[in-house]
């Protein structure tokens, strides 16, 4: 009896010394998957429509967080994706947006402009250098000497940059009005199997042979109601012209593109074959038509889920006949945004009105010389922030937290306002959730003097961009989602922060988590 108990426990430690073996000691390859505007609420809501090998494969077989939290607010697709990557918020990596206002010139920044470094396949001069502190590529180039496959293949040049980071090997992106991948020399020489795919099968060779419909019969379109009842719908990009590749890129298709891409750079390069880590980066959409409202297009909403779980579902079984999915760490998220949604219709008498920030300036420009005398106190406005002239208030010999918190009490009387934050406030002011959540949207460098919180329902008119938009604070999560490698699958409720992403996939590569990375890795993924 004893000596068979001996037995089957040195089996056991054998057999289970032989699955260890079958798991490398790391991931051969990491691919992180960033989807703009993808919500869990929606791929819940639809998936009835759902073939197998996507999102139900990724509920199945791998461990999924239901609510993912950004730590700052209005996330974008250039801050949503610095902060994964990096693993913080723009309070340190110094991303606050798609775009900022430049306090020294006054002018819009874009996040990834440069003009030191030109562009390949494209006129657009780009390159990472507002981001501040490392990211995960940056990391795994440094812990491998160089010798890791890192690339970035998004349909944006914001997405791309921004999971490339500052030592990747490549970032490439669909050329707005061209169509083909384009790149930046700042990441040095441009791949010769991207220009092969340009040069062969780029998507300028194909565009007009493309045409959107339904993929499902119209009858299982459903889940969304409006108004006016949409029977079908058809969209070809061939009479667009200037604008086709950026209404493409705002359909299912531009997701198949990148998966194009993707078994490019598989064929063409050695990642995942060896012992080395290597991280592919990959950007995808799942926002409206467009950008109409889901009112709108009800039907292409729906259809956008429907084709981006097979898409997924393409991915994996890429990357399982390529690399194979034991050796594969996959990790799927949201840039946790949406597009504006339009106001309610006045017979639902849901409490509202209209707030000019351009009046919200000069009016305190007014109060600011009642006080102080004549001068432009007030330089700019941009997004909900106000701009003091420092200058002006420095040769005034004024004390500018005296300024600061005058402005801040004046604002608050205005209609449509719940608070105005000053700077100081914010950085040195008593903590709460909300106050932190607006500090790591801050910094420096490019924030204004005064943030102006308007209260949900209102309607936020903005000269400047020359747009409305309907403000709105719902609680808003996302879908974290980890597959593949040695990961134990699981569907979690409790809320985590996305800026965990960055430190958990660097613990499984055993390498250095970003810089600026504070939070801990989140435990219990592996089986």
Partial sequence: MRERFITSLITAIVISG????????????????????????????????????????????????????YDFIKPDQSSSVAS???GTTPYYNGVVGNNWMDRNSLCVVKSVDDKSYMGVYTSENV?????????????????????????????TKEMAIMGAGHAAKGAFWINDETGKWSGTTYYGTFPEWVTNFNDRNGLDFRIDQITWGPYLPVTAYKYITTETKQLTFKHNFTDERLYKYKKFKTSPYVNDEVNKLVDVFLNNTNAGLDDTPDLLTLGYYAG????????EYAMQI???????????????????????????????????????????????????????????SALLNMYLMAIYGQGQYVETYYGNQIYLNHKLIEDKNLNITEVMTRSSEFIVQMSGIRSAYSSQRLLLGAWDPKIEKIRNSFTRECSGDLYIEILPGWKVVDEYSNSVRVEREAYSSVPVFFFGYNIKPE???????VSAVAPTLAHFMRIRAPNASVVAPLTGIRK
């Fill in 84 to 86: 994964i990557y990096t």
């Fill in 18 to 69: 032989i699955n260890a073996q079958n798991v490398p000691a790391v991931p051969k390859l990491v691919i992180g998957l960033t989807i703009d505007q993808l919500r869990t609420d929606y791929i819940e809501a639809f998936s009835a429509m759902y073939g197998e090998r996507g999102f139900k494969r990724l509920f199945r077989e791998g461990r999924v967080y239901m609510n993912g939290e």
């Fill in 302 to 360: 729906q259809d956008m889920y429907v084709r981006l779980d097979n898409t997924i579902g393409d991915l994996l079984d890429m990357l399982d006949r390529k690399v194979g999915l034991k050796n594969t760490l996959i990790f799927i998220t949201s840039t946790g945004y949406r597009s504006p949604e339009p106001e309610d219709l006045p017979e639902y008498r849901i409490p509202t009105g209209e707030f000019h920030l351009k009046r919200c």
């Fill in 127 to 155: 390159s990472p250098k507002y981001l501040t502190v490392s990211n995960l590529a940056d990391e795994l180039m440094v812990s491998t000497h160089g010798q890791a496959h890192v690339y970035s293949i998004a349909p």
């Fill in 491 to 497: 569907i979690l409720y409790s809320p985590v922060k």
């Fill in 288 to 295: 409206n038509y467009d950008g109409k409202p889901d009112n």
